[in-house]
């Protein structure tokens, strides 16, 4: 069954130590063999820059992300393609796996507005306005201060929905989060579980939920057992009860996957890497049908970019 996974940090590791190799390097978890063992479809690969750096040397280390992608993904493995439109996806042939940038926090880009057409131009198809921090956009999950989106992180908005790109509300404070829902003509939550069964900042409540897909959108719920039980410690069943009660909301056609691996350092028992699609899948075959699953892997996805197509 076909895959489509919304959030994984392979570049960051590759930047941590670019003589990883991305075919098979044990140390990350979406490697080329992992994602072809796993029938990943369409992978997103996020481009993070480490908190603690300056303005230009976030910049600078998500450009070297961008070359990473190039030289180490997509040149050295010919059945990775880079989706540039989301009309490439439908392109892509029976052996090629997609590859989509986003952009999760855009410290890197500080206030400068051509920096954000440059990524937009690079094919980045999602962004995240913050990560857990505040910037000059708005306030993280992490920010005390809970304020909302700048006239600065409203811009970037508008200009998402003129380029057809992802508002992603993951790492979004409360309060930034609806101003997003009312600005964004394509939210989404690419790595989010409910906080109605796990109450962690970075889950959403079920009004938040309702909110994405009353808009349109979809929610990629996350492998972290932090995110999914409270714990370092969560199984498939855990992984489940998230799904189901999405599922008890209404939202089945709006439920998609969004690993977070190579961002986690605990993994959920049974779903340690990409690898494991295949065992996941047939576990949520036991409790849910093969057509709810396969809207769940893939279908949900695909249905939605046919509307941006």
């Known amino acids: 069954m076909k895959i489509f996974d919304a959030h994984c940090d392979a570049l960051l590791k590759l930047w941590e130590n670019p003589q990883r190799n991305f075919t098979n390097a044990n140390e990350i978890d979406a490697n080329y063999e992992r994602l072809v063992a796993g029938n990943v479809k369409v992978q997103c690969f996020a481009l993070f820059a480490e908190p603690d750096l300056t ?29 540039k439109d989301w009309r490439d996806v439908a392109r892509l042939k029976e052996d090629e796996i997609g590859a989509v940038l986003t952009l999760e926090g855009v410290d890197c880009i500080g206030d400068n507005l051509t920096k954000l057409n ?56 409360e309060k930034g989060f609806w101003e997003v829902i009312e600005l964004a003509d394509y939210p989404v939550a690419t790595h989010c579980n409910a906080r109605a069964l796990c109450d962690h900042v970075r889950n959403l409540t079920d009004e938040q939920l309702l909110a994405i897909v009353n808009k349109g959108g979809w929610i990629g719920l996350v492998w972290h057992p932090i995110f999914l039980t409270g714990t370092e410690h969560a199984t ?26 190579d961002g986690i350092s605990v993994y959920v028992n049974g779903l340690e890497n990409a690898s494991k699609y295949p065992y996941f899948i047939n576990e ?3 409790h849910f049908s093969e057509d709810d699953v396969k809207l769940f892997a893939y279908g949900n996805f695909e249905t939605y970019i046919q509307r941006l197509t």
Request: charged share 20%.
């Open 55 to 83: 303005i230009e040397e976030k910049y600078q280390s998500i450009l070297k992300q961008v070359e990473l992608f190039q030289s180490e993904i997509l040149s050295k493995h010919n059945k990775m393609k880079h989706i």
């Open 118 to 173: 440059i990524f937009y131009q690079l094919g980045v198809k999602s962004i995240g306005l913050t990560w857990n921090q505040a910037n000059l956009c708005a306030d993280g999950v992490g920010e005390p201060r809970g304020a909302g989106l700048t006239l600065l992180g409203k811009q970037f908005v508008q200009n998402n929905n003129a380029n057809l790109v992802w508002t992603d509300v993951a790492h979004l404070s």
């Open 236 to 261: 498939i069943s855990d992984c489940i009860r998230h799904i189901d009660h999405l599922c008890s909301l209404g939202v089945k056609n709006h439920i998609c996957f969004g690993s977070d691996f």
């Open 284 to 286: 949520l075959l036991k």
